[in-house]
């Protein structure tokens, strides 16, 4: 048995099996010379079985290249270890903290996470959750509550655990944890119009969430006395390119307007480049608000205020839902993790 293990040469001829070739678990067995059983009881719950049979097993493992076959398990267990978590997009930095969060949390308890990018069409999600509703996945870890009704009632017979990130909801089709996007919009104004700003402008993403932010905004702007507030929407994901763009526009339509609000911290970067082309001192001339708090947004100069909101903790509460569902209910099924306004030189 020591000469099969040792020499490699030989393993692959007792090993294979007719066909596809693949190393099964019953070749690990018998190189191992044990039983199949024994074999699984050292791979899958080694603490069943005694140090010697184990390290045979993991010798034979190592010497034939052997993979368990994870849907086999998934099958008897009901338990596909496997979590799909969907994001717009992976092309900006916003969404990166929640997903490094959730996914270290999610390994630490034993799964995979297994990452799509749906945009910001709701078509594209309800294609990569037909994919993977079928295979049973553990939970799923969605991006915003707007989905299509198709999609909601779906997930909900599905059984899958579910939630939904970075957004509130009065109707989550399961659990929830975000932040008020209206919340945001009115609190940018508030903000603002506390520093002496009236005419007040917005350069916004096309996305679903960042035009409720900016309905909001607008509207919290009108009830303080502020009648016209100018929104240049522009594709999504959104870039430093699109910024400029928003910018250009928004002065040919109103070339006074003394602060913007803009829907992503790349965006206000993209806003404060076109200012100073144009000559326009911020803030003297034109204050900037940006949403993210990126890494760049302390060491811009002037420094950008932005809207700060902790990804980190979103991808942690997210996999901490997933983990607890699957020991049964959860007792608080949706948390508001908040935002904060970050002020700096900007305005």
Not at 161 to 177: A, F, G, K, R, Y
Not at 268 to 297: H, K, S, T
Not at 313 to 337: L, Y
Request: hydrophobic letters at 45%; a positive charge; aromatic letters at 4%.
């Amino acid at each position: 048995m020591s000469d099969d293990l040792n020499d490699p040469g030989n393993a692959p001829r007792q090993r294979r099996r007719k066909g596809s070739g693949a190393v099964t678990l019953r070749d690990v067995a018998k190189l191992a010379g044990v039983a199949p059983i024994t074999a699984s009881r050292a791979i899958n719950t080694p603490a069943q079985v005694s140090p010697e049979v184990r390290e045979r097993v993991q010798a034979a493992v190592r010497s034939t290249g052997y993979v368990p076959n994870l849907l086999a398990g998934a099958l008897s267990s009901m338990k596909s270890r496997m979590v799909g978590v969907a994001v717009p997009t992976i092309a900006g930095p916003v969404f990166l903290d929640t997903v490094q969060s959730l996914t270290e949390a999610l390994f630490e308890s034993g799964y995979q996470v297994l990452l799509g990018q749906t945009g910001y069409d709701n078509a594209r999600e309800d294609a990569w959750l037909d994919a993977m509703i079928g295979r049973r996945p553990d939970g799923l870890v969605l991006t915003g509550t707007s989905h299509s009704p198709q999609t909601r009632t779906r997930l909900r017979a599905s059984g899958v655990p579910v939630v939904e990130t970075w957004d509130q909801s009065d109707d989550p089709i399961d659990m929830l944890v975000g932040f008020s996007h209206v919340a945001v919009g009115r609190a940018v104004a508030d903000y603002l119009v506390a520093r002496g700003y009236r005419r007040l402008a917005g350069v916004a993403g096309s996305d679903e969430r960042a035009q409720r932010r900016f309905h909001a905004f607008q509207e919290r702007a009108k009830a303080l006395g502020i009648a016209e507030v100018p929104v240049a929407t522009v594709a999504t994901p959104t870039t430093l390119g699109s910024g400029r763009q928003g910018l250009a526009q928004l002065l040919q339509r109103q070339p006074d307007i003394d602060a913007v609000f803009c829907s992503s911290d790349s965006l206000a970067l993209g806003v404060m480049v076109e200012a100073q082309a144009r000559g326009l001192r911020i803030p003297a001339q034109l204050a900037v608000v940006g949403f993210g708090d990126l890494a760049l947004a302390a060491d811009l100069a002037p420094a950008l205020t932005t809207v700060r909101i902790d990804g980190l903790a979103i991808g942690r509460q997210a996999a901490k839902f997933i983990v607890e569902r699957a020991g049964g209910p959860v007792a608080q099924r949706s948390i508001d993790i908040g935002f904060q306004i970050v002020p700096r030189a900007s305005t």
